[in-house]
């Protein structure tokens, strides 16, 4: 396939194009704990998967893809030829009864929204304004390919403290959490209703510590900051590392720029 079903804020489609050779060549069973739009997984393609993330809608969808892919693509059908501004408006404001409507909902408001941007508000509803696009078009066979590539993978609502301590010695575990450090200037950092809290990066590396320890392989990247590096680097064990990428996730064109992101690994050789 192409690459991803979903654009994500934060997508990690550049990182897997740039930085392929730091994935390792031999593992068990791939694990992710902050899907997203699965830029690594539609990647790597592996045989056997643990996909998971808080967000029930966005699981919902994966497994819908799974599971129910024609009724999806009808529904997309539906959404593609009645597109507009009253018809997206319209849409975003529907409540769903069925998952393969709920999955059909969120994809297409994905695509025709502005920039792709996940966002809800307090009350937990997407928020995200129209884009540009006049037209939407959905490809039923990249959809396809996606259900094909799923079929082997396990997709799980969960926190991520639970996917990660399911992962063994050998596993490949990827992580991609949210980035949130409040004092960073003009930068985008929350995309949905609940922060991924400073709280909870101490929780994450906690849990990928003791990941470490069991020998699972670890890839991480987050936002190059000196207290995220300082939970690291007083563990011992993790190899810090930077890349550099272009954000735009921005409503102007000043906001959009370079910034540095951190990488964190351990067990890869």
């Given amino acids: 396939m192409k690459g991803t079903f979903l654009k994500w804020a934060g997508g990690k489609t550049w990182f897997a194009l740039a930085q392929s050779d730091i994935f390792p060549k031999n593992y068990n ?7 997203g739009s699965g830029a690594v997984f539609f990647y790597l393609k592996p045989d056997e998967a643990l996909l998971s993330d808080i967000n029930q809608e966005l699981i919902t969808t994966y497994c819908s893809i799974k599971n129910e892919v024609d009724d999806v693509c009808r529904y ?28 059909a909902r969120m994809i297409y408001l994905n695509k025709a929204c502005f920039n792709g941007i996940y966002r809800v508000n307090k009350s937990g509803y997407f928020n995200v304004p129209i884009g540009s696009n006049r037209k939407i078009f959905f490809e039923k066979k990249e959809l396809i390919n996606t259900a094909n590539l799923l079929k082997n993978a396990s997709i799980k609502a969960q926190d991520f403290q639970t996917t990660i301590e399911e992962a063994d010695k050998n596993d490949f575990l990827f992580c991609d959490p949210p980035y949130a450090v409040m004092n960073e200037n003009g930068r985008f950092v929350s995309y949905t209703a609940d922060l991924f809290t400073w709280e909870d990066q ?19 990247t987050n936002v190059d900051h000196p207290a995220v590096r300082e939970l690291y680097l007083k563990q011992g064990g993790f190899e810090l590392s930077t890349v550099e990428r272009f954000c735009k996730v921005s409503s102007n064109t000043k906001g959009r720029k370079n910034y540095q992101e951190l990488i964190v690994s351990a067990n890869l050789e």
Avoid: C, Q, W
């Avoid at 069973?29 to 899907?35: A, G, S, V």
């Avoid at 997309?76 to 393969?100: G, P």
């Avoid at 101490?202 to 991480?220: D, F, N, P, T, W």
């Fill in 202 to 220: 101490v929780r994450l590396s906690i849990s990928l510590g003791k990941a470490r320890k069991k020998g699972v392989k670890i890839l991480m």
């Fill in 76 to 103: 997309l059908d539906i959404h593609s030829k009645k597109h507009s501004k009253d018809y997206y408006y319209k849409i975003r404001e529907t409540k769903t009864r069925k998952n393969y409507t709920t999955a």
């Fill in 29 to 35: 069973k791939y694990i992710e704990p902050f899907l």
